[in-house]
């Protein structure tokens, strides 16, 4: 579990390019150049730096809500979307790796409330966008405004006993079966 946790922790390093100088340590300024875009009155951006263990670099430029005009911060909740796939792509394969789960597992196994027409999506599936899971925006109300959490998408996914086609036998990109790799994860 503690290569997962340093997988997610490595994101910030990933999402934003940081310039170095000699010796590896991050110099403000050259921070600043990069992080220009994000400042003042735009869609704002934070940077967390990690280096052996101590945070180096913690800061963050723009608005986190422009319309509300409230500035980002360090612990401002970005929805990274997508970008955080092929994390959650990640902490499975180690979970496979360390024996914890199978690719080949039923999704059910570890999300027993997954609806009949589920049961027999795999956790291969699921990374593959193969499962036929409905997207879970198509079972949204269109009057909804919050942002959804992966629980909600699991109760989403409980409320509707269909799929868009049997398991296995097709491709559909799916913000949903990853939605549910990252419950399987946390469990």
Not at 71 to 100: E, G, H
Request: with cysteine; glycine share 6%; proline share 4%.
């Amino acid at each position: 579990m503690n290569r997962i946790r340093l997988l997610i922790r490595c994101v910030a390093l990933l999402l934003v390019p940081v310039a170095c100088a000699t010796g590896g340590h991050p110099i403000n300024g050259d921070i600043d150049v990069l992080m220009k875009r994000y400042d003042g009155a735009v869609p704002g951006a934070s940077l967390l730096v990690i280096r052996d263990t101590k945070s180096v670099v913690r800061r963050s430029w723009g608005l986190a809500d422009v319309e509300g005009n409230v500035a980002a911060n360090p612990a401002t909740n970005y929805r990274l979307a997508s970008v955080t796939k092929q994390f959650t792509a990640a902490a499975i394969l180690l979970l496979a790796q360390d024996n914890k789960l199978e690719l080949s597992d039923r999704a059910s196994q570890y999300l027993p409330s997954l609806p009949k027409s589920a049961a027999s999506i795999t956790i291969h599936q699921l990374l593959t966008h193969t499962s036929g899971l409905i997207d879970y925006e198509d079972l949204m109300a269109d009057t909804a405004t919050r942002q959804i959490h992966d629980a909600d998408v699991l109760k989403l996914v409980e409320s509707k006993d269909s799929l868009y086609f049997a398991p296995g036998t097709s491709y559909r990109y799916s913000n949903t079966g990853y939605s549910l790799l990252s419950l399987i994860v946390e469990r």
